[in-house]
Each structure stands twice: as C-alpha cells, then as structure tokens.
C-alpha cells in the first residue's frame, strides 16, 4: 500500500477552544484543513508507533469522511490499530471508555457537542489521551504549534473502510476493528448502578420516564440501556435516530432547545421523570414533573446521593466543579468532609485530579455530569444516576431537590448567554471588568458588599500547571456571585456568558421565581460590566 506525504501549508487559527476545534463545516472543508490538523494532532505526539487509536463521532454531517481521512493518516504515520465505531459512532463518553478498556494510546472524537449540524453548521474534532479525556492544555498547544509551522502530512493510498458493518479488516500495517458502539459503554453503565432496582422502578406501573435524544448520537444508547436492558415502555425514548443535521434541530439539553419534552413532562398525564442530553451524548438535563434540577444542583445532589448506586457505595474521595458552576456542591462536600476543588471551565481540567484519586465526582453548570468511571461527562450516566436514587429512595424528582435545599440551603443560579456579540466589543467588556477587580472590594454595588473580586486563575495540585484569565468572579459578602467569561466553544462572533447566583437558607423563601429571586444581582451584573453600551444587547439571547 503506497504511503505519501504531501506538501501543505499552514491554517490560521487552528487553535483548540474549550474542547477541541470547533468551526463551520465550511472551514473543515477546505482542501487539506483536516488533513492539517490531524498531522498536527499525531506531530505532537511521542511513541504512538505499533499503538491503539480510536476513532468515532457523534454522526453530524462530515462525520464519515473525516473518519476515512484519520484511517488513512493512522495508518502512514505508524498506529497499530484503530478502533471505530460502527457507522462511525461513539458517543464523547463512550470514546472514553473504549480508550481506557482497550488501553488505547489515545482517541480522536469528532463532535461540535451541542452546536447545531449540517452542511452550513458546525463541525469538530478533539484528542484526547491514555487516560480517556480531553487533551490537557500543555497538549493542545503543542498541536496548536504543530499547526502553524506544518509543511506536509502523511497518509495512504487506499480504499475507505466499511464503517457499516462490525468486522476486522487491514489498512497496510494496521489492524482496524469495526467495533460496536455500545457493548463496552453498556457493561460499564451495568457495573456501576443497581440495574434490578432500576428495572422494579421502571416496571412499578406509577412510574414513567420520557428521554429526549434530540436526534444526536445518544439514541441508540438510550434505546438499548433504558429501554432493551432496563424495561423503559417502548416509545421512552424521543428523537431516537441520530440525524446528521439533527433534524435542523439544535441538540443543547435545556429548557429551551428540548422544548417538546418540557412540553410533555408539564401535562398532569405526563412522566414522572425526563431526560435530555445533547449532539455527543456528554450533556444532560434532568426533569420531574414540576420540577427542573439545575446542573449545579443535579452535580450537588448526585453528591449528597451517590452511595445509593453500588459503583459509589464505598463514597467519595472529593468532588470537583468548575468555577462558574453554583456553590451548592461545596456545601455537601463539607457536609461529607471532603475537599471540593474549583477549577476553570472545560472537562479537561478534571483529569488529573481523577486519575490522582483526588476527586470521584465532577460537575459544570453547562449541563455536564459525571464521575471516575471515564474521563468525559457522561449523560446517560447522570441519568441512570438519578434513576438508581429515585429508585433507592422511593421519592419523586421534586421531593428529593426540595430535601435537599431544606438540608442544605437553595443556591438560586442562572446562566444569562449573549450570543453573536462583536468579538471586540466582548474582550472590551472583559478588560473593564479585569481592570476593575483590583477596585471593587470593600465597595457597596447594589446594596451589596463586595467581598472578592478577581479574574480567576487556576493552579493544577496534580501537576502545578497555571491556567490565568478563566473569567472574572465578583463574590458578595452574604455569599451571592456574578461571574463573567467568554465562551471557548462558539463559532460565530463571541458569546458572553452572565452567571449568578445567590444563596438562601430559610426554606420559607425556596420558592421564588429565579429570576426575580436574582434580579438585584442580575441588574448589579449589567451596570458593572455596561452589557447595554458595550454588547448593544438588551436582553440574553438565552437564559438557563
Ligand atoms: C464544553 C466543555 C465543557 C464546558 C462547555 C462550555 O462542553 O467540555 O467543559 O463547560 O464546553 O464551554 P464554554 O462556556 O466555553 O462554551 P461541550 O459539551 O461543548 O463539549
């Protein structure tokens, strides 16, 4: 089989955000743009000859082709073997255990997570390492480097694999295996929760759940586990069959992008519990009837709860958000006496602290759970979490969130996103803000008293590695916080993003409206950071 290199030139701004490249389909399209990045990825690598790569993506359109050109790149610059899923499946969450099961060298995953798919949409692609996560920073700028300075890639003359069918085939030197997407995911969801107490929960007749797969790639995952495996109705399942441009819809788990299943779940004959998760199956949105649980209080009470699945019942060693997520977990983890570690936005930052033990679970505000057993959030994971809680203790959705404020005091949060703002504009806004921090404290905003206010910066305990400009936190001194950071994940203009939060202890006063229990702070937020003058935006475009 012939081996070529071919002469290139380099790409501007192919740069990692949050989670990997994320561009318009259009941008991916250009001739050798994969090819780049890709050659770029393997450039930063050390010792991967005769090893195991994965491959596999959350189905949106490009999906298959750019499969077929990392087969081929695999194969010229030396892996041994690559694993991909059937159709070119794996949800991000199932990448990560196949790389841990099959101790893979590593994992490509295509995926622009919730963003919206098809010819004029979005389209991405990540490394992530031995352990099963994301690419650590101090690797995403070595691929960034790669990629300003490359001049040629490899790859191999051949014909594309068929990714239809579950077989073993060559490609040159290097074995690839068609590997079922599910099977190794599905074990490990077995491993860790109370499968028969999940299935006497779904068979007690007063009990229904709606899961709302936004025709992204979690699916055919939700169809085998919660229906095939643990008895859900036929039908649980909505939107089941992945799509490439998810059916134009846009696969982000929320109150507003899964508004059919918010729709069902508000009927009096409507299930008892619901579910959503997003294009790549890492995200999720938990609902009751009458009930939505906020991220930051699903991370909090899946702490407070976790010994109930036997994957957990020995406890946990820590738990780990990132900054802008609520406070509520930190309350448990003193109630557990255990550390709670703050870090910045991105999954990759949990790594290290999970593989130093230091951590069990982990959560963000951005609708994302999970735990050690992979190194990705984890969707269904967060709802097979909550469906072994409910079934161990025999509480609705809304009984067990109200519980747990009485326990520990409600911390009333919301994320408030301005999208498509003139990148300028929104680094304008974050400068004033940063240079403001260092004048706040002491000062009354409001009719609150600024405690902190800073522009956060992290410094890893595992491996002393420094992260600086990961938003602006101003803390009040009754506890309250607004926080302001520019999201890595967008392609289009810049995203600013607005999170407030604010705690209360008398369970008399749990059930304000959020945002009029928020409002103060959220007016506070818009004359310090001048949102009107500086965006031109009256209002969010969303508001979770
Ligand atoms: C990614 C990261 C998450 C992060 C989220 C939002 O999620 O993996 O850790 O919280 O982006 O990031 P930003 O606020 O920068 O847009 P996903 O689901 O898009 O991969």
Not at 14 to 35: A, C, D, H, I, M
Not at 281 to 288: E, L, V
Request: net charge negative; glycine share 12%; proline share 4%.
């Amino acid at each position: 089989m012939n081996s070529r290199c071919v002469e290139t030139t380099p790409f501007a701004g192919q740069k990692p955000g949050t989670s990997g490249l994320r561009k318009k389909v259009s941008v991916f399209k250009q001739p050798n743009y994969v090819e780049n990045f890709v050659q770029s990825i393997f450039n930063a690598l050390e010792g991967y000859g005769g090893q195991t790569l994965v491959v596999g993506g959350d189905g949106r359109y490009f999906n298959r082709e750019v499969i077929q050109i990392i087969l081929k790149m695999a194969a010229a610059n030396g892996f041994g073997r690559v694993l991909v899923g059937q159709g070119g499946i794996l949800s991000t969450p199932a990448a990560s255990c196949v790389i841990r099961k099959h101790k893979a060298f590593g994992g490509i995953v295509l995926s622009a997570s919730h963003n919206p798919g098809g010819p004029s949409e979005d389209f991405g692609l990540k490394y992530n390492i031995t352990n099963g996560g994301p690419a650590p920073e101090k690797v995403t700028e070595a691929i960034f480097a790669h990629t300003q300075k490359i001049s040629e890639y490899r790859i191999v003359d051949a014909a594309d694999i068929d990714l239809e069918r579950v077989h073993a085939t060559r490609l040159g030197d290097m074995a690839v295996e068609v590997i079922d997407p599910i099977a190794d995911y599905a074990a490990l969801m077995q491993e860790l929760f109370d499968f028969d107490a999940i299935r006497g929960l779904l068979a007690s007749g007063s009990f229904s759940l709606c899961f709302d797969a936004m025709h992204a790639v979690t699916g055919p995952y939700a169809r085998k586990i919660l229906e095939d495996m643990l008895g859900a109705a036929g039908g649980s399942v909505i939107h089941g069959e992945p799509l490439e441009d998810f059916g134009g819809g846009h696969p982000d788990p929320n109150l507003v992008h899964a508004h059919e299943l918010v729709e069902r779940i508000g009927k009096p004959d409507g299930p008892l519990f619901g579910a959503a998760s997003d294009g790549d199956g890492d995200r999720n949105m938990i609902m009751g009837r009458g009930r939505f649980v906020t991220p930051s209080d699903s991370l909090a009470i899946i702490a407070a709860n976790a010994t109930a699945a036997p994957g957990y019942a020995g406890g946990l060693s820590g738990i780990a958000r990132s900054m802008p997520t609520s406070l509520a977990a930190d309350r448990v983890a003193d109630a557990l006496n255990i550390p709670c570690f703050e870090t910045p936005t991105g999954w990759k930052f949990f790594g290290n602290l999970l593989d130093a033990e230091m951590a069990t679970v982990c959560g963000e505000e951005s609708f994302g759970t999970g735990s050690n057993h992979v190194r990705e959030k984890d969707g269904l994971w967060a709802v097979l979490m909550w469906l072994n809680i409910l079934a161990a203790k025999k509480m609705t959705v809304d009984e067990i969130v109200r519980g747990h404020w009485q326990t520990y005091g409600r911390n009333y949060y919301s994320r408030h996103d301005y999208e498509g703002v003139d990148s300028a504009a929104a680094e304008g806004l974050m400068d004033h803000l940063r240079a403001l921090t260092g004048t706040l404290e002491g000062k009354s905003l409001g009719g609150y008293t600024v405690a902190f206010a800073d522009d956060f910066a992290y410094t890893d305990p595992v491996d002393g590695s420094v992260s600086t400009k990961q938003g602006v936190r101003i803390g009040f001194s009754d506890g309250s916080r607004i926080v302001f950071r520019l999201s890595g994940t967008g392609t289009e203009g810049a995203t600013l993003r607005l999170y407030v939060e604010r705690y209360e202890p008398d369970p008399a006063r749990h059930d304000l409206e959020t945002q009029e229990a928020l409002a103060d702070l959220i007016a506070i937020a818009g004359d310090t950071a001048e949102i009107r003058a500086r965006t031109g935006r009256d209002a969010p475009t969303v508001i979770t």
